[in-house]
């Protein structure tokens, strides 16, 4: 793909500043950085002045960004709650993505007389939830280390795999019309292979990155380029390791490449001084990334699609609203022996679709399964579950606090 040179820098110049410019003004309204950020991409996309389009270029760029803030989160996750919080992280994910999956097909197919296809797409658009929109707004609040945050973390991580195998089914069956049980049963049994050979590389690559930095003379910046370098290829490894071919980096966009190399991160906490300078030598990557990837959510959506005169847009929107906020807080309900004020955080963070549900339904788009009025409404509801929850959790936090 060719590539002006000067304007791209003059893009990322303003993907970057505006970037900090909205983050600053939503954190001075006390309102989540992160909706600042993603607001930027509204501004700056097809939404209001149209001056930046999604690339391959600024695709990888936020691919780095969203890597790097889940490396953070394995740096900073506490091992032992996240232990804690394995089988409610099971059934908040389960649960979150059963119900809509099955009530949007349902109410698509049967009462909105959709076709299969369609309704299955919708279905799975209102399954996906994103990690990186919850993950940053608990990190805005500071919040990113409670059990709260750990139960959510592993739901997000489960998350990811059943939205990852449900997108691949429902690919065949456009491809094919039929499900293929060998492709989904080879993804599954992929993911868990490394999933259980990640966390021994992981350690076994951690500690020589510690020996090397605690006994050799190095040139400067080895810490953050071994971990970059390192990061880069466990997001590769886990591409090989799970992401079908049928969809290529499409899928490993969406969720196997910046993922599941958590264990990564957490293997560095076993020295916390060591833990600490690698914190302190990543944190201005990460925060230079980082917001690249918001902005590129904000780019990613179009509000001119949307027509807010439609009685049926409104009507549709509202049902695929209800089905897909209480749809995945179905799961924080289930859990025994919490809050009810933490089940309904925990349900809340659960909520954002983000950039998952905008790849749910641009393959929807791109392969002419949905028309502009069903694209337009699932854009809608990726917005308002995007932008609502990280306002709602913010309000929540400090009603817990009182």
């Not at 969203?66 to 919080?85: M, W």
């Not at 369609?118 to 409670?146: E, N, P, Q, V, Y």
């Not at 997000?156 to 997108?167: E, R």
């Amino acid at each position: 793909m060719d590539v002006n040179v000067h304007e791209f820098f003059l893009i990322l110049f303003l993907i970057l500043i505006s970037a900090k410019i909205f983050g600053e003004l939503f954190a001075y309204l006390k309102l989540p950085a992160v909706l600042g950020e993603v607001f930027a991409g509204l501004v700056l996309g097809p939404s209001l002045l149209g001056i930046v389009q999604p690339n391959e270029i600024l695709k990888v760029l936020a691919e780095i960004g969203i890597i790097l803030l889940l490396f953070e989160v394995g740096l900073e996750t506490d091992v032992k709650k996240l232990k804690d919080a394995g089988t409610k992280s099971v059934v908040v994910a389960l649960v979150g993505a059963i119900i809509p999956f099955i009530l949007g097909y349902a109410v698509s197919h049967y009462l909105l007389e959709l076709p299969i296809l369609i309704s299955l797409f919708i279905g799975g658009t209102l399954t996906a939830t994103s990690i990186g929109i919850t993950i940053r707004a608990l990190k805005d609040m500071g919040k990113h280390r409670t059990s709260v945050a750990q139960i959510v973390i592993g739901a997000a991580v489960i998350d990811d795999i059943i939205g990852v195998v449900l997108l691949v089914m429902i690919y065949d069956f456009v491809l094919t019309g039929e499900i293929n049980l060998y492709t989904t049963a080879r993804i599954l049994f992929l993911i868990f292979i490394f999933f259980t050979i990640a966390p021994v590389l992981a350690s076994i690559v951690s500690k020589f990155i510690h020996v090397y930095d605690k006994h050799f003379k190095k040139a400067d910046g080895f810490i953050p380029s071994m971990i970059i370098c390192l990061i880069l290829l466990f997001a590769y490894l886990s591409h090989l390791f799970g992401a079908p071919e049928i969809l290529g980096a499409f899928t490993a966009g969406l969720a196997l490449s910046r993922r599941f190399f958590l264990p990564f991160g957490i293997s560095f906490q076993s020295d916390q001084g060591f833990l600490e300078r690698v914190e302190s030598n990543m944190k201005p990557i990460i925060q230079l990334f980082t917001p690249i990837f918001f902005v590129m959510v904000g780019v990613s959506v179009n509000l001119r699609v949307i027509d807010l005169s439609s009685s049926d847009f409104w009507i549709i929107s509202i049902v695929l609203l209800i089905i897909a906020i209480f749809g995945k807080m179905a799961g924080a309900f289930l859990i025994r022996k919490m809050s009810m004020l933490k089940k309904i955080i925990v349900g809340t963070a659960m909520v954002p679709r983000g950039e998952v549900g905008l790849v749910f339904a641009e393959l929807g788009r791109t392969t002419e399964i949905f028309n502009d009025e069903i694209y337009a409404i699932l854009v809608f509801v990726i917005i308002v579950t995007t932008i609502i929850p990280p306002l709602m959790l913010k309000w929540l936090f400090r009603l817990e606090e009182t």
